[in-house]
């Protein structure tokens, strides 16, 4: 059986940058499958899927019309916990560490808990963390939080690392879908240096050119979404 995040693992260790891309199963139309595969960049290496609010069952027939095309992993990046569904082959158990909110940071995980404890769903432990992006987002109206703004770098780092020091296996910077700006090449870098675990950036991030830079600041995955969906 595969072990997904020790592949995620290893490719940052290797020095192999991932592409994620995120799927919203609101946005997203069963029909049209093959074709949005065909159109996703060659580096993609993962699909992501969720959403801030998604309809009842709507992520369940993305993921399974997403495995019936195409053999990339299906990773669900849930924004609630009836998101959860077993056709898919992993979870981001994701923690919102930026904010304050207990139905984010614990609530929400307590909820999940009679859906995963039978099921074989690779599940990754993984600090959420929401930068300012230059708009609100759908996470911080959904959430009830506010992103920690770009300037305060140590702030992002030392969220970073409670994160890890809490046991979590991936660190996720989102400046959230649509963001005017991505995540600054400096809070990656400085993020990058603190922690000793995988790093997934997005939001924001539209160009090859910003994806370089994310690189080279040191992201082991950016996560690409709102560009494919129309």
Same mark, same amino acid.
């Given at each position: ?16 940058? !991932? ?13 049209? +499958?093959?074709?949005?595969? =065909?159109? !996703? ?5 993962? *699909? ?26 299906? &990773? ?5 916990? /009836?998101?959860? +569904?077993? +056709?898919?082959?992993?979870? @981001?158990?994701?923690? @919102? ?7 984010? @940071? ?7 808990? =009679? ?14 963390? @929401?930068? =300012? ?6 996470? %911080?109206?959904? /959430? ?5 703004? %770009? /300037? ?6 030392? +969220? ?10 991936? &660190?996720? !910077? ?15 870098? =400085? ?13 924001? *991030? ?15 995955? &950016? ?8």
């Amino acid at each position: 059986m595969r072990n997904f995040y020790a592949e995620i693992f290893q490719a940052a260790t290797n020095g192999k940058k !991932l592409l994620a891309i995120l799927i919203d199963p609101d946005k997203f139309i069963e029909a049209e +499958t093959k074709l949005y595969l =065909e159109k !996703l960049p060659k580096q993609t290496t993962h *699909i992501f899927v969720g959403g801030s609010t998604v309809e009842n069952f709507k992520t369940e027939k993305t993921v399974k019309a997403i495995k019936a095309e195409t053999d990339f992993p299906v &990773i669900l990046f849930p924004g609630d916990y /009836s998101q959860i +569904t077993e +056709t898919a082959d992993a979870l @981001l158990f994701l923690s @919102l560490l930026s904010g304050r909110n207990p139905e984010y @940071l614990i609530e929400q995980q307590v909820k999940s808990v =009679e859906k995963l404890k039978n099921s074989k769903l690779e599940i990754i432990p993984t600090a959420y963390i @929401l930068i =300012e992006g230059g708009k609100e987002c759908a996470v %911080q109206r959904v /959430s009830c939080t506010k992103p920690i703004p %770009q /300037s305060e770098v140590t702030s992002v780092v030392n +969220t970073a690392l409670a994160g890890q020091f809490l046991g979590k296996n991936l &660190i996720y !910077l989102e400046a959230g879908s649509g963001a005017d700006f991505p995540v600054s090449e400096e809070i990656i870098t =400085e993020v990058n240096k603190a922690i000793n675990i995988p790093l997934i950036v997005g939001g924001g *991030i539209r160009s090859l050119e910003q994806q370089k830079k994310a690189y080279k600041a040191g992201a082991d995955m &950016i996560v690409m979404g709102t560009q494919f969906e129309n």
